[in-house]
């Protein structure tokens, strides 16, 4: 019986009063065609790497890399908004109120709109005042020129596709990722396919963009058209805007955003200070090491959005025990996964280093222990994160998390002179074991203690 209930709920079709089994069947979905998507877009970026080396050869290939670096930056733009809709989405769709879930898309949708065209207007304003050959140090104003052309039209196509990234989330919310997932591939071969036409049309660095960029905008219309159109056509954004539902989607967003924040000033900040301090022939080593810690983690990434968004559905139905059972199990899977990765690290990373990148990239016995253990931190972090965002109660974490990383920031800048790049992280670990790792025992413990209040007072 369960597991006719289990394939039923597989293939989307769970009774409803299975919440539990339809709840774990689409994590399940979720974590299996995220690691589709993840092979997907891993070999596209293997095609086209080499693709684009040899057509634009390798000054233009830099710029086409800084290119993208660049927009990567503009990623926090959103201000949070895509998983504050989420969020709120899923406690609406938990509570059953369609007419909840249709504001806060369009609270989510207008308010995306409104960033765009104010995000459009000025990258308008600086792209005539900014001299690409200087900061760029390119010998040929044509090639200037070409850089110049390219970007502001790869940030045009960025501003356009900013309110399209709802789509994903408004998948998730609804317990079905596996769309969100498979969208996703078709963005990525979507992408390829621009690519791949524009270097056999042999245009320049614009035309690639316009190939590539533009590819991933139009698979992204295709999603939101069936998904608004077809699919729900009862959440097609309104032309209105209560102001209840825009409290609600920017108040969990503000949280979000600057949780984005705090990870992109850990995430970016050791580099910088390695290079200041020590030279950039050090930075190489801390970089590809950290990179390592991070794809430790993958195996509970694949799931996390799909996790998110069950917790959040069973918080609005009040079904706590439920969100203390997926959190015990959640847990313990990270940890049956991620711990060989982590001794792995431990044991190997130094040869693996020597081996991916060179003897350049080469870390010490000491810069691989605190990476270890960095690795770990993110590892016992991913569950409590899941909690906190999933249940709405991330804006507590969230200044806290802010707080770790300017300590750490700080923390990092005083030490490098005498630790090397050593100092860095293990001023990175120690802040946020204590400033965020403790805090979030505390929050998630204390969330899961308390009866979730009503959706309208959340």
Request: aromatic letters at 8%; glycine letters at 8%.
């Amino acid at each position: 019986m369960h597991t006719r209930l289990l394939t039923q709920a597989l293939l989307g079709r769970a009774p409803a009063g299975s919440h539990s089994q339809r709840r774990y069947a689409s994590i399940l979905r979720g974590g299996v065609t995220a690691l589709l998507a993840k092979l997907v877009a891993m070999l596209a970026a293997l095609a086209s790497v080499p693709l684009t080396l040899r057509y634009l050869g390798a000054e233009r290939y830099g710029l086409w890399a800084t290119l993208f670096s660049l927009l990567s930056w503009l990623s926090i733009a959103d201000l949070g908004l895509s998983n504050g809709l989420m969020n709120a989405l899923s406690h609406a769709l938990g509570q059953e109120r369609r007419d909840l879930a249709r504001d806060y898309v369009s609270t989510a949708f207008w308010g995306l709109c409104a960033i765009a065209l104010l995000l459009g207007l000025v990258l308008a304003l600086m792209h005539d005042r900014l001299d690409w050959q200087s900061l760029m140090h390119l010998r040929s104003a044509a090639v200037a020129a070409e850089f110049a052309s390219a970007i502001a039209l790869a940030a045009l196509i960025f501003a356009l596709n900013l309110p399209l990234t709802i789509v994903g989330r408004v998948f998730i919310a609804m317990q079905r990722p596996e769309l969100a997932n498979f969208w996703a591939i078709g963005t990525t071969l979507g992408g390829l396919a621009g690519l791949v036409t524009a270097v056999a049309l042999h245009g320049g660095l614009a035309p690639l963009v316009l190939g590539f960029s533009g590819g991933q905008l139009l698979v992204a219309s295709a999603s939101a058209a069936w998904l608004f159109v077809r699919r729900c056509p009862e959440l097609l954004p309104g032309r209105c805007v209560s102001r209840a539902s825009a409290r609600r989607v920017f108040g969990v967003s503000g949280a979000f955003f600057v949780t984005q924040l705090a990870t992109l000033l850990i995430f970016q900040s050791g580099n910088f200070i390695i290079a200041h301090h020590l030279g950039p022939k050090q930075v190489a080593p801390y970089q590809v090491t950290w990179l390592l810690a991070l794809y430790v983690q993958v195996p509970q990434q694949l799931i996390g959005a799909s996790v998110w968004a069950a917790i959040g559905e069973a918080y609005a139905r009040a079904d706590l025990p439920w969100i203390r059972q997926l959190i015990r199990r959640y847990s313990a899977a990270g940890l049956l996964l991620c711990v060989p990765l982590i001794i792995g690290m431990l044991i190997a990373g130094e040869p693996l280093v020597r081996w991916w990148a060179g003897a350049a990239a080469q870390p010490s016995h000491e810069l691989i222990l605190w990476m270890t253990a960095w690795a770990a931190e993110l590892v016992l972090m991913q569950p409590l994160i899941a909690v906190l965002g999933g249940t709405g109660r991330l804006r507590e974490y969230a200044l806290c998390s802010l707080c770790a990383a300017l300590v750490a920031v700080a923390g990092g800048w005083l030490l490098v002179d005498a630790l090397g790049a050593v100092g860095v992280i293990a001023s990175t670990v120690v802040s946020f074991f204590c400033l965020a790792l403790l805090p979030a025992l505390y929050l998630v413990a204390r969330t899961l203690r308390q009866p979730p209040a009503l959706l309208a007072h959340v």
